[in-house]
């Protein structure tokens, strides 16, 4: 046996994961990937059937071949149900050690987590639990949710300890394995050592505290990011309107150590699975202790207007006018994911500036990498999903760059120019070079940066 073998043998746990999902899947197939034995399970039968075959319904780099790995090497495996998974470990004459809980807590009424999904784990595995198993909710959820879970497991041989995820979509098998820090909280010592040893192999920082403070760095570090981009974004208003360049004041904030270059990046807003529903469920959990959190509804307040930012920069550099009506103008769309580098569309800001652009009357078509014309995620009332960006841009009157994918860097500018209506591009992550655009003929419009070319609205191409 090599020395490697040895520390995954010594190391080795049995953990069963439920849900699938972009945190789940990352985290069942990364913790397999230490040396541990784990279980996946989901309540969709054909989702389990499709990942036990090693096919991988989300987009996220490494993960389909971690996954298969995994797979082939024995130490993962999927499930329907939860239960089903505790049971698989019973007749291989084990036991479960740790359940994950990873399972989606999204935006419920009044802005609060809903944690029905979590309650119906909890309630499924209650009663089959191996004494002395740990219960971990890795899900986000609201403080208070460990000790509601210990309640309703309501047994002193369960532990429950609390182990907020980090990862960004895009990047979450490296975010897992290269993690800034490992949080556990519990309010037993013995539990929060054994989830910690799980990512020994990782060699982090871990904190190890109670589970109210666990639960409450999740969402004051999602919420402080989220106010950072609102800050930016405001910044880049600001910049608009003194004729200052937001790309050289992002740059120099960056250097200060103190601020890092992270999420300095201005844009149609921020949204994803994450940062909406933490920012809402941290305000909303904030007033049921009468703390009245202005910074927070402010950056809120403030992306909400970001969106109509964009749509009034579309209208102006279509019609002349900040709220000149778009009915009968074409708008093409590049990009529709809330981020590059996945196809999630959870609150996308795009579909925010959709919204709003079809409103005013706006035709839309939209191209993005990730998401292919037959999705039937959209309502064709509102855009129409092509596979093609120069089918998308055909007959424009405005080309709008919604999401940072870096493949419209390299798009055919001057073939672009030949089949849009008007030469304007509104790039809303200032993503293109603005020189490229100049001598294809583009008139660019950005966030927090002069015009480089013409002033005004440009002239209609003929027919």
């Not at 405001?234 to 120099?252: F, N, S, Y």
Request: charge should be negative.
């Amino acid at each position: 046996m090599t020395g490697e073998e040895t520390l995954v043998s010594e190391f080795a746990r049995r953990i069963v994961v439920v849900g699938t999902g972009y945190v789940g899947l990352t985290t069942g197939a990364c913790l397999a990937s230490l040396g541990h034995r784990v279980i996946c399970a989901d309540v969709d039968r054909g989702k389990v059937e499709r990942l036990q075959a090693g096919k991988i319904d989300i987009r996220e780099p490494g993960l389909a071949e971690m996954v298969g790995e995994m797979l082939a090497a024995g130490r993962l495996s999927f499930v329907t149900g939860a239960r089903a998974a505790l049971d698989e470990l019973r007749r291989d004459g084990t036991a479960c050690e740790v359940l994950f809980v990873c399972v989606p807590t999204p935006m419920g009424v009044g802005g609060i987590a809903d944690l029905s999904a979590v309650e119906a784990v909890i309630d499924e595995v209650r009663d089959v639990l191996p004494a002395g198993a740990i219960v971990v909710n890795k899900s986000t959820v609201p403080v208070g949710t460990g000790e509601r879970t210990a309640e309703l497991i309501d047994r002193p041989d369960v532990a429950v300890v609390s182990n907020p995820e980090f990862l960004r979509e895009g990047s979450g098998v490296h975010d897992f394995l290269h993690p800034d820090r490992i949080i556990v909280g519990a309010n037993a010592q013995d539990a929060a050592e054994r989830v910690a040893a799980l990512y020994a192999r990782l060699g982090a920082p871990t904190v190890l505290t109670d589970l109210a403070s666990a639960e409450m760095i999740k969402y004051a570090a999602n919420c402080f990011l989220a106010t950072k981009l609102s800050y930016v974004n405001a910044i880049a208003e600001l910049c608009e309107r003194l004729g200052a360049d937001v790309e050289d004041v992002t740059e120099g904030l960056g250097y200060d150590k103190r601020i890092g270059q992270s999420y300095l990046s201005p844009g149609p807003g921020w949204g994803g699975s994450c940062l909406p529903k933490d920012t809402s469920a941290l305000l909303q959990l904030a007033d049921s202790v009468d703390f009245e959190f202005r910074l927070l509804r402010a950056a809120i307040e403030t992306n909400t207007r970001q969106s109509r930012r964009v749509v009034e920069k579309v209208q102006a550099a279509v019609t002349g006018k900040r709220n000149g009506s778009l009915t009968r103008k074409r708008i093409a769309l590049l990009g529709l994911a809330f981020k590059a580098g996945t196809s999630d569309l959870r609150d996308s800001p795009a579909l925010a500036v959709a919204a709003q652009l079809r409103q005013a009357g706006a035709d839309l078509l939209a191209y993005d990498p990730a998401i292919p014309a037959e999705d039937s995620s959209f309502d064709g009332d509102l855009l129409t999903v092509v596979d093609d960006p120069y089918v998308a841009a055909k007959d424009a009157d405005a080309l709008v760059v919604l999401t940072e994918w870096p493949e419209f860097r390299a798009l055919d500018w001057p073939r672009l120019a030949t089949v849009v209506r008007r030469p304007v591009v509104v790039d809303t992550r200032n993503l293109v070079d603005p020189d490229v655009l100049r001598r294809a003929g583009f008139s660019w419009i950005a966030v927090g940066r002069p015009p480089r070319l013409v002033e005004g609205v440009p002239g209609e191409r003929d027919a």
